[in-house]
Protein backbone atom coordinates (compact mmCIF):
# COMPACT_ATOMS: atom_id res chain seq x y z
CA UNK A 1 0.00 0.00 0.00
CA UNK A 2 1.56 3.54 -0.95
CA UNK A 3 1.53 5.97 1.66
CA UNK A 4 -0.90 8.89 1.36
CA UNK A 5 1.99 11.45 2.41
CA UNK A 6 5.72 11.13 0.99
CA UNK A 7 8.07 11.67 4.18
CA UNK A 8 9.27 15.24 2.60
CA UNK A 9 6.16 16.40 2.27
CA UNK A 10 5.50 15.61 5.87
CA UNK A 11 8.58 17.28 6.97
CA UNK A 12 7.76 20.31 4.85
CA UNK A 13 4.17 20.87 6.65
CA UNK A 14 5.50 19.77 10.14
CA UNK A 15 8.16 22.99 9.27
CA UNK A 16 5.43 24.98 7.77
CA UNK A 17 3.32 24.58 10.69
CA UNK A 18 5.82 25.09 13.25
CA UNK A 19 7.01 28.60 11.74
CA UNK A 20 3.22 29.51 12.01
CA UNK A 21 2.85 28.80 15.29
CA UNK A 22 5.93 30.75 16.54
CA UNK A 23 5.33 33.53 14.17
CA UNK A 24 1.57 33.74 15.62
CA UNK A 25 3.39 33.18 19.19
CA UNK A 26 5.48 36.11 18.29
CA UNK A 27 2.71 38.74 18.18
CA UNK A 28 1.31 37.54 21.20
CA UNK A 29 2.24 39.96 24.61
CA UNK A 30 3.87 37.61 26.79
CA UNK A 31 1.50 38.87 29.81
CA UNK A 32 -0.96 36.88 28.26
CA UNK A 33 0.43 33.88 27.10
CA UNK A 34 0.80 32.37 30.76
CA UNK A 35 -2.87 33.61 31.71
CA UNK A 36 -6.33 31.36 31.03
CA UNK A 37 -8.61 33.04 29.59
CA UNK A 38 -11.72 31.17 31.75
CA UNK A 39 -11.04 28.81 34.60
CA UNK A 40 -12.16 25.80 32.69
CA UNK A 41 -9.61 26.87 29.45
CA UNK A 42 -6.28 26.58 28.76
CA UNK A 43 -3.92 29.12 28.78
CA UNK A 44 -1.17 29.59 25.69
CA UNK A 45 1.46 27.86 27.78
CA UNK A 46 -0.55 24.84 28.72
CA UNK A 47 -1.42 24.62 24.97
CA UNK A 48 2.47 24.58 24.02
CA UNK A 49 2.54 22.17 27.27
CA UNK A 50 0.56 19.68 25.56
CA UNK A 51 1.75 19.87 22.50
CA UNK A 52 5.03 18.61 24.25
CA UNK A 53 3.25 16.39 25.82
CA UNK A 54 1.94 14.87 22.40
CA UNK A 55 5.17 15.04 20.54
CA UNK A 56 7.50 13.15 23.42
CA UNK A 57 4.75 10.61 23.04
CA UNK A 58 5.07 10.50 19.78
CA UNK A 59 8.59 10.10 20.14
CA UNK A 60 8.03 7.05 22.23
CA UNK A 61 6.23 5.28 20.16
CA UNK A 62 8.24 5.76 17.26
CA UNK A 63 11.02 4.16 19.43
CA UNK A 64 8.86 1.33 20.44
CA UNK A 65 7.04 0.33 17.63
CA UNK A 66 8.68 2.03 14.65
CA UNK A 67 12.40 0.93 14.87
CA UNK A 68 12.51 -2.67 13.45
CA UNK A 69 10.42 -3.83 10.21
CA UNK A 70 7.11 -5.45 11.07
CA UNK A 71 7.38 -9.92 11.30
CA UNK A 72 5.72 -11.06 8.61
CA UNK A 73 2.58 -12.12 10.51
CA UNK A 74 1.71 -8.16 10.89
CA UNK A 75 -0.76 -7.75 8.08
CA UNK A 76 -1.05 -4.28 5.85
CA UNK A 77 -2.68 -1.58 7.22
CA UNK A 78 -6.17 -1.27 6.11
CA UNK A 79 -7.01 1.73 4.45
CA UNK A 80 -8.77 3.69 6.64
CA UNK A 81 -5.75 3.40 9.01
CA UNK A 82 -3.82 6.04 6.31
CA UNK A 83 -3.69 9.93 6.60
CA UNK A 84 -6.22 11.51 3.91
CA UNK A 85 -6.78 15.10 3.39
CA UNK A 86 -10.11 14.64 5.17
CA UNK A 87 -8.35 13.45 8.29
CA UNK A 88 -6.63 16.00 8.16
CA UNK A 89 -9.45 18.44 7.98
CA UNK A 90 -11.45 16.94 10.97
CA UNK A 91 -8.76 17.48 12.97
CA UNK A 92 -7.98 21.47 12.13
CA UNK A 93 -11.85 21.91 12.70
CA UNK A 94 -11.92 23.84 15.82
CA UNK A 95 -15.71 24.21 15.62
CA UNK A 96 -15.78 20.54 16.75
CA UNK A 97 -14.44 19.69 20.36
CA UNK A 98 -12.04 16.81 21.04
CA UNK A 99 -10.89 16.03 24.59
CA UNK A 100 -7.46 15.58 25.21
CA UNK A 101 -6.89 11.67 27.34
CA UNK A 102 -5.51 12.64 30.59
CA UNK A 103 -1.84 11.06 29.47
CA UNK A 104 -1.35 14.71 27.34
CA UNK A 105 -3.56 17.35 29.25
CA UNK A 106 -0.98 20.05 30.41
CA UNK A 107 0.08 20.22 33.95
CA UNK A 108 -0.18 24.48 34.25
CA UNK A 109 4.05 23.67 35.70
CA UNK A 110 5.19 25.58 32.48
CA UNK A 111 5.43 29.35 31.36
CA UNK A 112 5.18 29.81 27.61
CA UNK A 113 8.92 30.44 27.01
CA UNK A 114 9.52 27.50 29.31
CA UNK A 115 6.74 25.15 27.07
CA UNK A 116 7.99 26.25 23.77
CA UNK A 117 11.74 26.04 24.57
CA UNK A 118 10.43 22.46 25.32
CA UNK A 119 8.33 21.90 22.24
CA UNK A 120 11.35 22.90 20.55
CA UNK A 121 13.76 19.74 21.67
CA UNK A 122 10.59 17.82 21.54
CA UNK A 123 10.66 18.13 18.02
CA UNK A 124 14.12 17.41 17.32
CA UNK A 125 13.82 14.43 19.05
CA UNK A 126 10.45 13.05 17.24
CA UNK A 127 12.35 14.10 13.69
CA UNK A 128 15.26 12.10 14.80
CA UNK A 129 12.44 8.93 15.50
CA UNK A 130 10.84 9.42 12.73
CA UNK A 131 14.17 9.42 10.40
CA UNK A 132 15.50 6.06 12.05
CA UNK A 133 12.07 4.66 11.78
CA UNK A 134 12.12 1.06 9.26
CA UNK A 135 9.91 2.47 6.49
CA UNK A 136 7.87 -0.85 6.57
CA UNK A 137 6.92 0.04 9.88
CA UNK A 138 5.86 3.65 9.29
CA UNK A 139 3.40 2.09 6.82
CA UNK A 140 2.41 -1.55 7.62
CA UNK A 141 2.30 -0.58 11.88
CA UNK A 142 -0.80 0.60 13.56
CA UNK A 143 -1.49 2.06 16.82
CA UNK A 144 -4.89 3.82 18.41
CA UNK A 145 -5.76 7.26 17.92
CA UNK A 146 -8.15 7.97 20.61
CA UNK A 147 -10.54 9.75 18.54
CA UNK A 148 -9.46 8.45 14.99
CA UNK A 149 -9.00 4.92 15.82
CA UNK A 150 -5.91 2.83 14.29
CA UNK A 151 -3.32 4.85 12.59
CA UNK A 152 -0.07 3.71 10.62
CA UNK A 153 2.99 5.24 12.14
CA UNK A 154 3.50 7.78 9.34
CA UNK A 155 -0.38 8.40 9.36
CA UNK A 156 0.57 9.65 12.86
CA UNK A 157 3.72 11.38 11.44
CA UNK A 158 1.78 13.33 9.30
CA UNK A 159 -1.26 14.35 11.58
CA UNK A 160 0.91 15.88 13.93
CA UNK A 161 1.00 19.15 11.49
CA UNK A 162 -2.47 19.61 11.37
CA UNK A 163 -2.54 18.83 15.30
CA UNK A 164 -0.29 21.83 15.88
CA UNK A 165 -2.43 23.80 13.16
CA UNK A 166 -5.52 23.21 14.81
CA UNK A 167 -3.57 24.46 18.52
CA UNK A 168 -2.05 27.45 16.50
CA UNK A 169 -5.83 28.66 15.74
CA UNK A 170 -6.21 28.30 19.64
CA UNK A 171 -3.61 29.64 20.68
CA UNK A 172 -5.20 32.90 18.31
CA UNK A 173 -8.47 31.90 19.79
CA UNK A 174 -6.94 32.85 23.07
CA UNK A 175 -5.34 35.63 22.58
CA UNK A 176 -8.07 37.45 20.91
CA UNK A 177 -10.05 36.30 24.17
CA UNK A 178 -8.22 37.87 26.72
CA UNK A 179 -7.11 40.99 24.56
CA UNK A 180 -10.93 41.59 24.39
CA UNK A 181 -11.61 41.04 28.42
CA UNK A 182 -8.90 43.66 28.96
CA UNK A 183 -9.79 45.94 26.68
CA UNK A 184 -13.36 46.29 28.73
Do not use: C
Request: a neutral charge.
Amino acid sequence: MADYLATSEILARLSAERDALVQRLAKIPVALQNERPAPERWSIAEVLEHLVRIETGLTKLFAIKGQAPPGPDVPAAPLEAHSTPELGVRIRDRSRRIEAPERVRPAGSLSADGALTQLQAARAGLLSAFASAHADALDRVTHPHPVFGALTLRSWMALTSDHEARHAAQIGEIAEQLSAARSR
